[in-house]
């Protein structure tokens, strides 16, 4: 009898391993396939039954890629417009993180409300009046007309707010005493101990920006301005390579960054995405 | 407070009361000047983050009310139009619903399709997610491998994604293959079949983001205090039992989260319809969105008064679903 | 209604014996309380007798049924956590209706049965409220009523008390034993580690430490017959105190040499403790047993005082005997004492115990 009890069981588990890695396929098969075909012409690659090991294992999809300046481009571009999104969110959004949170001012509340609200509007509905906007300014088809709207992000502002309301009273009070105005104490006491959500702001936020494309198709107009997602999209639809491997191989490079700090900081980025989830 | 007293004569209590005093008035005066100082420093730090956000953000919504009401075309003077745009936009629902087909009715075809589209997603990936969550919450080992493997696809780009999956999902490419074990002979060219692209768009969209789900659910249950369970063990409830009458119920707000973010990001959806269907929404328009519409009406037709009207509707849209969906949810029996 | 009986019962984790080859019989109708510090496996000894952890050794009886095999979903045990958990997202009646809809009672029968416990328990006006709204000792109650409503074989309790403040717990565990034991007369085993719970509600108490049984008794043969040093030394405020000597023969007489003095043995152990002669044994004396006198009296021992407590109604006066051992004496009202003085010590003869000081086992 005891036996039985415990058989249910192994096949209870064995039965959840079973489910759980084939949805884990499922999820990791278009990444693996993509990456297998990368590295095949595209004879091979589009040949059904679906082969699984590149021969002649060959390179030539990524130097096409390389090969057209246009590529090189967009990877600085989209690299400078991460750049600038993440130093602009760091800088800006801590500063107000630690105003909300430690600060009495005026209005405090209310702005802070105000701002989460900001979160409900669907980005539909503003694109066109800033398109406009920027529009005016003359910086449409520029990384950084287009780095504007997303230069202090409301989340990144609710991620430093939070994160410093759970520091101890104590530190800053200590500050206080020492005779720390409030903008001092944000640069010598804030902002080193801010590290941590700084740091996740800093991902979040590169994340986000590497991975735009609404943004950027919008605001960026000319193809040597393009950044990765808006480019490679460009080239599919132009059929910038008569074969679709050499696509496959930029989405790769594309998608390469961001795996691989995921796979670097998963632990952190799921925690922090569910902490946020919790407020939401 | 009984401070020590001591008796002094009358010339040295004046003197002390006045250096009292004294310092009262300096405290007083440090503590105000203390408190505009911070406040100050406080308006100062949050200027930036509040004035881009407050132009680019409520500045820009304003306008686009304001624009719903104008005729423009980016170039000329803006002519005051009144209700106009948002009549070409009834109109062209009113066409749509009485059979015309896309092209003459791009809005309703964007709105039809948006919307069949979003009943399939999200209740998919809302219960693919809890599902999938329930088995990961079973005490077993390496389910850090499975938070990665299932999350990944959330960080990576939509549209790279779609790249991807158009080459998966062609007439020949590995989906078909894979189907064959499962329904033999059922191979469509998704891409470039009407009836099929809008499934396959949905495909791509629910795997993409029912790993993030997962990962929310699974956090969401494992903060579920174990005795509860025990509690209902022992009250007769098999496992079963167990999930639906304590672990779904304890996982509303959670489930209300994944459903308003899902309708969020279903009902705007474009990366995917425009990488996967085109600009103009594919073969019969049936890969086409409002999203793809307003963009179109934008900078295609150029003309942003009527995008304007539309974006107000997509708002009203969403705003809508999520709260009847929050209400109504919330009163959902156990 | 039923026995609980536990053969040879033994649970690890890992490397830690949790349970260690615990035997131990539940009568019908008994309130049987499991008592012992923390860590002592109590409550794993609970779950066990629950179903929340399988036994890796031995045998578990409910009734005539052996339960090793049986899912705690059909064990028909009911129990009351120490953090209550009573499902948050239910109300009180929710709460309390959940195991009889889950054993299929139709909703009249549920109804009723609901309304009779909740007034039965005095909770009918919180019917509709929701846990979180409810004070410690209503949740509580809430957690019994939940517990009893389906008439289950066994009651559980784990530390039920522990999260109420001090006077409830007192009139608590009143109430506790009334309800369980005298008015529906169900068999009960509670867990605890506060031995006045244990001295004031069990039948029977098992005192356990490091996953065994060190004794099983009534609450009175575990307080005057202590069958080891751990029971003598746990049960008992303040705790025994235990003197450790060397036994040694004058005359005819034993002595206990500890420190500076030599203690007499009282006739009546002189038998029992001959083998021990010239072997180190411990004698323990409860302190309230020990008669303290400030000037020498006729067969009374010198000691320092060392610590001096005032409780009011009584006082322990804390001293030493030159044995780098404290030891506490309890005398009733106060006592004109000062640090280092000499005071004069005699015990009761009749209230005295020895153990081997290797074994630790009671002698006599």
Redesign the interface.
Known sequence: ??I??KLSRIL??AF??L??SI??L??????I??FV?SFMTWEQ??????EWIPSPFTFENYLKLFRLELFTRWILNSALYAGVIVVGNIL??S??G???AR????G?DA?FS??LA?L??????????????V?RLGLIDNIFGLA??S??N?SS?FLMKQYYLSLPQEVFDAARLDGC???KA?FYIALPLGKPAIGAVAVYQF?GA?????GP??FLRSPENFTL??G??FA??RSMWTE?TP??A??LV??AP??L???VL??Y??RG??IS??K? | MEAAWVSRPNNKINFFSHINSFLKQKYNQLMTMR?S??????????S???A??????????L??VY?SFFKWD?LGPMQFAGLYNYQVLFNDLVRGFNGAPYFLAPFFTGLRNILLYTAIVVPTQTILAMI?AA??N?K?KGV??????????A???????S??????F?K???IN?MLQFIAPGFAPDWINDKNYLLYAIAIVAI?GTS??FM??FL??MQSIPRDIYEAAMLDGAGSIRRFIYITVPMLKP?II?VVV?GL?GT??M??LA??MA?PSGGPGGSGYTM?LD??KE??INLR?GV??AK??F??SL??ISTYIFQKKFKVMPR | MAKVVLKNVTKKFGKVVAVNRVNLEVKDGEFFVLLGPSGCGKSTTLRLIAGLEEPDEGEIWIGDRLV??VDPVKRNVAMVFQSYALYPHMTVYQNIEFPLKMAGVPINERRKRVVEVARFLGIEDLLNRYPKQLSGGQQQRVAVARAIVRSPEVFLLDEPLSNLDAKLRVKMRFELRKLLHDKLGITTIYVTHDQVEAMTMADKIAVMNNGRVMQIGRPIDVFERPQNMFVAGFIGIPPMNFMVGTLIAKEDKLFLETGDVKIIVPDKYIDPLKPYVGRDIVMGIRPQDIIIDTRPSQGYYEAIVIGYEPLGLESYIHFSIGDNTDYVAVVKGRLNISLGEKIYWVFNKDRVFFFDKKTQQAIA
């Open positions: 009898m005891r039985k009890f209870w588990i959840v391993y489910v759980l949805f884990a499922v999820y990791l098969t278009p990444f396939r993509s075909a690659a589009s040949r059904f039954p679906p800006f959004a500063m107000a630690y105003a909300f600060l009495r001012f005026p405090r702005l105000a701002l900001l409900m509007i669907p980005v539909f509905v503003t694109i066109v009046p800033n398109y406009i906007i529009y504007l709207l230069l202090v409301v502002i105005g409030p903008i944000f994340l590497w991975n735009a494309f609404l198709l919008v997602p808006v490679l999209s599919f639809q679709y696509i496959i930029g989405s594309a998608a961001t795996i700090l995921f796979i998963n632990k980025l799921i995405i569910v989830a919790g939401g | 408190r100082r911070e406040a100050l420093s406080g308006l100062l730090l949050v930036i983050a509040v881009f956000n407050m132009f680019f953000g409520y500045f820009a919504a306008f686009a624009l980016y999938l088995f990961a079973q077993i850090q491998f499975y938070k990665v493997s299932y999350f990944l696809p960080v990576t780009c939509p549209v790279i994604v790249l991807i999956f158009i080459w998966l062609m020949y490419g590995f293959y795997w790993g993030h990962v929310s956090a969401a959670m989260y973010m969020i009902l705007q474009f990366d425009w990488v085109g999203a307003i963009y934008a900078f942003p995008a304007a974006s107000m997509l708002f969403i705003f | 090793n095999n």
